[in-house]
């Protein structure tokens, strides 16, 4: 080995290096030049062949060229990088003044927001909100509600059987049944909910919202029912819509009526909406019957209460 042999080899690596176009090939050099089996490394490892005297030149001159080559690899490579990385900037380019995706608005269903509308009214008035199953037992239903089994007030409710004592709730009802065994009054409650008939025309369908509500407690009187109904109507037909009770039946309320507004679409002069009659029926009502305080376990010498049940969608 020759101190020109060396220098031909920093010759020979500052042309490769210089002539690469990529990271690749700037790697597959340093192996070659600095790796283990390297040519330069091997320069190195037969320093102890070289005479004594001259081994501090060669050293000197070998890692010169080591230092050399070692920085031109280094500088290449952190060209390579930075251009790759440039390049995979440019190609993956994100543009965000792209308009995005239209996604479109969903809104409350019409019914949802009625009835949201009329359980924020009683809310305000303190009562609170329970639910029942959709399912329901005879029982629930129809018996403990003082429907006794084959007597025809079951016809008012067309019904859809799941077997001989489980039904699609007729009605909100057989939610007061199940708060009142569960609990002692004074109560104030209203029941949202789904129910079930068997009937579809152009102003029924099987499945429709009812708003069931009642107050039970000692001294609960008819004229409770009114002003709590009153002050509903007036709160969501408006202020100056009259209100007026009709005698009624139902089996779980005695007495029993029915409620009516005066029209809002005509005001009252009548129209297609009210028939004609200048009033549109909006829920029914009553005293609950003793019957059914008895069913639950209250004394109805001690508890009086009202209750009323209304459709959502009419
Ligand atoms: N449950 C009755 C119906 O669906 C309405 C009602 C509820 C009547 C409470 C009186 C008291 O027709």
């Not at 329970?130 to 016809?155: I, Q, T």
């Not at 939610?175 to 409650?189: A, D, G």
């Not at 009812?210 to 709590?228: A, N, P, R, W």
């Amino acid at each position: 080995m020759t101190i020109e042999d060396v220098l031909s080899i920093k010759n020979l690596a500052d042309e490769e290096i210089k002539k690469t176009g990529d990271l690749k090939s700037v790697q597959a050099l340093r192996i070659k030049y600095l790796g283990k089996k390297g040519v330069l490394t091997a320069k190195i490892n037969s320093l102890g062949a070289i005479p004594k005297e001259d081994r501090p030149e060669y050293g000197r001159v070998i890692n010169e060229t080591k230092d050399y080559v070692e920085s031109l690899i280094k500088q290449q490579e952190e060209f390579f990088k930075a251009s790759e990385l440039e390049n995979l900037l440019k190609a993956n380019r994100i543009d965000v003044t792209v308009p995005g995706f239209f996604i479109p608005h969903g809104y409350q269903h019409p019914t949802s927001r009625v009835l949201d509308e009329i359980v924020d009214v009683f809310l305000s008035l303190g009562f609170r909100i329970e639910e029942g199953p959709e399912v329901e037992s005879d029982y629930y239903n129809f018996e403990a509600l003082n429907f006794p089994k084959d007597h025809p007030a079951r016809d008012m409710q067309d019904t859809f059987y799941v077997t001989d004592d489980v039904v699609l709730r007729t009605h909100t009802s057989p939610v007061q049944v199940r708060v009142m065994e569960k609990n002692k009054p004074p109560l104030r409650v209203i029941a949202p909910g789904k129910v079930y008939r068997c009937d579809a025309d152009v102003s029924h369908t099987p499945m429709f919202q009812q708003i069931e509500g009642f107050m039970v407690d000692e001294h609960i009187s008819m004229s409770d029912l009114k002003g709590v109904l009153e002050i509903f109507a007036h709160a969501v037909f408006g202020a100056s819509t009259p209100v007026r009770f009709r005698p009624s039946f139902f089996p779980f309320t005695e007495p029993s009526a029915e409620v009516d507004i005066g029209c809002v679409i005509c005001g009252g002069t009548g129209c297609r909406v009210c028939k004609n009659s200048g009033w549109v029926e909006i829920l029914g009502a009553g005293m609950i019957n003793p019957r059914v305080f008895e069913m639950v376990g209250y004394d109805p010498e001690l508890y009086t209460g009202f209750a009323f049940g209304m459709g959502v969608e009419s």
